[in-house]
C-alpha cells in the first residue's frame, strides 16, 4: 500500500511516499534554515508562512519522485503534534484535504514517534527496545516493550539536548542551528576543557543540560576577563563529550535494568558524529544490536512519519477529519491500541 505522510511542525516542509511503511519511494524535504538563521532561531510566524507557500509545491514533488500518481495513495498520514501550532496546522489542513478528495484514511501520527520510527526504516526492530530520543525540543530515554508501546522512562529537567548544542555554538559565534559545526570542532579539537557531568539522582534517567551550557559560558567569561581569547575548539570539545557521557551512560544502565534486546537512537542530534561511534561502541561491547538512521533520516523528514503511521495502518487506526494540530501531544497516549 502507498502511504504520503507531510511533515510541517518546525520549519522543515517535508512529503514522503512510502510504500508497506518501509520502502521509501520519496522523501522530499525543503527547510527554510536559511531565512530562520537571520533572527538566530525559528520564528514561527515565518514559519507557517513559509510551510503554506510550500506546501502544494513539495506534495507534487513527492508525487513525481515516486513515479505515481496522486490517486494511487492509499492513505495519508501528518504529523499532528508536537510543534508550533502554526506550522503543524499548515500540514494537518492539507492532509485532511488529501484524505477527503481522494477519500482514504487519515492517520495523525506523533513527531517523537516519526524519529523513534526512523529506525524502522533502517533494519528490523528487536522487542523490548530502548530508544534514546535526542533531538532540538527532546531528550528521552523511551522504552518499547513491544511494537508501538511508548514508556518514558527519562527526559530533560530543562534544555534538550539539541538546544544546549544551539546555545553553546551560538556562543562560539557558529550560525543557527549550530550542533554540526560543535560537533565538527570537537572532532577536530586537540584539547579539551573539562566540564560537569549532570548525573542528577543515582537511581535518576532524568536529563539536565542547561548546567552545563552555562558552564560554557562561564568559561568564556573568565578567559575574556583575563584578557585571553577562550579555546573554542577545547571548549566545544568538553562539551561534546560531557553530553555523550551522560547521555550515553544512562541509555546503557537503562538498557541492563529493563533488559533489552536492542538500542535505537534517534532525532536530529543522533547525526553527531561523537555520538554515533561512541554508543556504537558501548553497544559492541555488552553485544547489544544498535540502530541508528542515516543523518537525513535523523533530522526532521516525513519519511520517519510515514514509518511511524504504519503502526496505525496496520491496526485499522484511522483518524477522523475533525483531526486537530496539538502543539503538546503524549507520546505515551499516542502508543498504538489506545
Ligand atoms: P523535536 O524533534 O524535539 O521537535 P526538532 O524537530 O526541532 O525538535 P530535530 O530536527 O530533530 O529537532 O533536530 C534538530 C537539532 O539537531 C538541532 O538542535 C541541531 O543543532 C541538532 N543537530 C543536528 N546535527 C547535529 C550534530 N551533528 N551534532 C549535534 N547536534 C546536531
Ligand atoms: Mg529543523
Ligand atoms: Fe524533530
Given at each position: 500500500y502507498l502511504l504520503l505522510a507531510i511533515e510541517t511542525s518546525c520549519d522543515e516542509t517535508s512529503v514522503a511516499v512510502v510504500r508497506d511503511g518501509r520502502n521509501v519511494l520519496s522523501n522530499i524535504i525543503s527547510s527554510q534554515i536559511d531565512t530562520h538563521r537571520q533572527f538566530g532561531g525559528v520564528v514561527p510566524e515565518i514559519a507557517s508562512r513559509k510551510h503554506v507557500e510550500s506546501i502544494t509545491i513539495i506534495v507534487e514533488?513527492?508525487?513525481?519522485?515516486?513515479?505515481?500518481?496522486?490517486?494511487?495513495?492509499?492513505?495519508?498520514?501528518?504529523?499532528?503534534?508536537?510543534?508550533?501550532?502554526?506550522?503543524?496546522?499548515?500540514?494537518?489542513?492539507?492532509?485532511?484535504?488529501?484524505?477527503?478528495?481522494?477519500?482514504?484514511?487519515?492517520?495523525?501520527?506523533?513527531?517523537?514517534?516519526?524519529?523513534?520510527?526512523?529506525?524502522?526504516?533502517?533494519?528490523?526492530?528487536?522487542?523490548?527496545?530502548?530508544?534514546?530520543?535526542?533531538?532540538?525540543?527532546?531528550?528521552?530515554?523511551?522504552?518499547?516493550?513491544?511494537?508501538?508501546?511508548?514508556?518514558?522512562?527519562?527526559?530533560?529537567?530543562?534544555?534538550?539536548?539539541?538546544?544546549?548544542?544551539?546555545?553553546?555554538?551560538?556562543?562560539?559565534?557558529?550560525?543557527?542551528?549550530?550542533?554540526?559545526?560543535?560537533?565538527?570542532?570537537?572532532?577536530?579539537?586537540?584539547?579539551?576543557?573539562?566540564?560537569?557531568?549532570?548525573?542528577?539522582?543515582?537511581?535518576?534517567?532524568?536529563?539536565?543540560?542547561?548546567?552545563?551550557?552555562?558552564?560554557?559560558?562561564?568559561?568564556?567569561?573568565?578567559?575574556?576577563?583575563?584578557?585571553?581569547?577562550?579555546?573554542?575548539?577545547?571548549?566545544?570539545?568538553?562539551?561534546?563529550?560531557?553530553?555523550?557521557d551522560v547521555v550515553t551512560v544512562k541509555a546503557m544502565k537503562a538498557a541492563k535494568e529493563f533488559g533489552v534486546k536492542q538500542m535505537l537512537l534517534c532525532g536530529g542530534v543522533a547525526a553527531n558524529k561523537g555520538l554515533r561511534e561512541r554508543l556504537a561502541s558501548l553497544c559492541g561491547d555488552v553485544g547489544l544490536p544498535l540502530l541508528i538512521p542515516t543523518n537525513k533520516l535523523c533530522t526532521d523528514n516525513a519519511a520517519m512519519i510515514a514509518a511511524a503511521a504504519d503502526l496505525k495502518w496496520r491496526r485499522g487506526e484511522f483518524s477522523t477529519l475533525d483531526l486537530k494540530a496539538e502543539p503538546i501531544l503524549s507520546l505515551e497516549d499516542w502508543s498504538v491500541g489506545s
Open positions: 514533488e513527492a508525487i513525481r519522485e515516486a513515479d505515481i500518481s496522486l490517486e494511487n495513495i492509499d492513505a495519508v498520514a501528518v504529523t499532528q503534534g508536537p510543534g508550533l501550532i502554526g506550522a503543524l496546522l499548515v500540514g494537518v489542513v492539507a492532509a485532511k484535504s488529501l484524505s477527503l478528495a481522494l477519500d482514504v484514511p487519515l492517520i495523525g501520527t506523533h513527531h517523537i514517534a516519526g524519529h523513534i520510527y526512523a529506525n524502522h526504516l533502517i533494519g528490523d526492530i528487536v522487542y523490548p527496545a530502548l530508544a534514546l530520543v535526542v533531538s532540538g525540543g527532546h531528550t528521552e530515554l523511551v522504552l518499547l516493550e513491544q511494537e508501538g508501546k511508548f514508556r518514558i522512562i527519562g527526559r530533560t529537567r530543562d534544555d534538550a539536548v539539541g538546544e544546549a548544542y544551539d546555545k553553546v555554538a551560538r556562543a562560539l559565534q557558529f550560525p543557527y542551528p549550530g550542533g554540526p559545526y560543535v560537533d565538527k570542532l570537537a572532532q577536530e579539537a586537540t584539547e579539551e576543557v573539562v566540564l560537569p557531568r549532570s548525573w542528577l539522582e543515582p537511581d535518576s534517567y532524568d536529563f539536565s543540560f542547561s548546567g552545563l551550557k552555562s558552564a560554557v559560558l562561564a568559561e568564556i567569561n573568565r578567559s575574556r576577563m583575563k584578557g585571553e581569547s577562550p579555546d573554542f575548539s577545547a571548549l566545544a570539545r568538553g562539551f561534546q563529550n560531557s553530553v555523550i
